[in-house]
Every structure is written in C-alpha cells, then in structure tokens.
C-alpha cells in the first residue's frame, strides 16, 4: 500500500475512491443528481492544480532555477529543467483546458444552453460577474497554451532556438505567467461571486 501511495496514479485513484466513499455516506441521490454541483467540483478541483501550478512556477520554481544558476558551487538546475518542468507543464495545460472547458460547461448549464456562455462572455445583465471572471480565465488559458507552453519548450530544448530565441523566450514566458498570475487574483473571486 505504500508503495501504491507514492504513485501518481494511486494517489489520484485513492482521492476518487475516497471521494465515491463520501458520496455513498452522503446518499447518492444528493449530490449524482446535481450535475450542477458535480461540475462545480470538477471545475474547482481542476481549478486548484492548474492555479496551484501556476503558483508553484512562479513563487517556486523560477526563483529556485534562478539560484541554482548563480550558485556556482551547487548542482544547477538541470534536474528541474530535465525532469520536472516538463511534467509539472504537461499537467499545467492539461489543467488549464480542463478547467476552461468545464468553466463553459457551468455556464450552459446555468442556463440550460448557450445562453450563460454567450451572457457571460458578452456580460448580459446577470453575467457580469462571472463574464470578467469568464474572460480572465480564457485570457489565461490562452496565454499556456499559445505563450508560456511555446516558449518553454524552447526553454527546455524541446524545441530548437538560438540563444536569443531562448532569452526572449525567457521573457516572454515569464511575462505571460506574471499576467497570468495577477489576473488568477481578481478572477478567483469572480469565480467564487457567481457559485
């Protein structure tokens, strides 16, 4: 068993085990036939990893690859770069559509249709709220799949690049995350208003 506990796979296994366990204690009929409700958790719970991801790369990753390059005396940071960034933005943009596509999925059943995707992304009376929060969470996806995850490929030569490319690379990803990461904030409590 804790063997099983350290894998990925088991961890996230045990955690739905858990989850059909509270569900049954709780009584099935209350919480399988509020698809309403099942979405939110699905959303919110993609919501943590892909903002709990965000976080970690910049108030963790980034300043620690930082030291490890300017620490001449230590192992450098090619553990990170090889090993774990590669994972860590694997389940980054998974994260990030998933909670977008069910963010759209909330929204049409909100309002048994299109009519909460196109209230919320045209902030029709009642849709203001979760319309910025709507256009800030699309603004970020946007920016990991078309702006940080591109450039840290070339980052991490996954990708060929010269130097330069590399270094404006550099900036562009880390730019991209620093929006990303200001507009997480203010889209957190939009979110949070509209459930």
């Known amino acids: 068993m804790f063997n099983c506990i350290n894998l990925v796979q088991c961890k996230i296994a045990l955690g739905f085990v858990t989850t059909a366990i509270v569900v049954y204690l709780v009584g099935m009929d209350v919480i399988i036939n509020q ?12 919501g943590i990893v892909w903002i709990g991801l965000l976080y970690y790369f910049n ?3 980034v300043p620690g690859v930082g030291q490890a390059l300017a620490d001449t005396d230590g192992p450098g940071p090619s553990a990170i770069s090889k090993y774990i960034a590669p994972r860590a933005l694997l389940w980054f943009r998974m994260a990030a559509v998933t909670t977008w596509i069910l963010g759209l999925i909330l929204l049409a059943l909100q309002s ?7 209230g919320a992304f045209t902030f029709a009376q009642g849709y203001q709220v979760i319309g910025i929060g709507a256009w800030m969470g699309t603004i970020m996806a946007f920016n990991v799949w078309f702006i940080i995850w591109p450039n840290q490929q070339k980052i991490l030569g996954m ?18 995350s620093s929006v990303n990461v200001i507009l997480s904030i203010p889209m957190l409590l939009t979110m949070l208003a509209w459930h």
Not at 35 to 46: D, G, I, K, M, Q
Not at 112 to 117: A, E, L, Q, V, Y
């Open 35 to 46: 698809h309403y409700a099942f979405s939110v958790w699905l959303h919110v719970l993609a």
């Open 159 to 176: 990708k060929e690049a010269t130097a330069e490319e590399i270094a404006m690379a550099k900036k562009n990803a880390a730019l991209a």
């Open 59 to 61: 108030f963790v990753q």
């Open 112 to 118: 048994r249709g299109m009519d909460g995707i196109i």
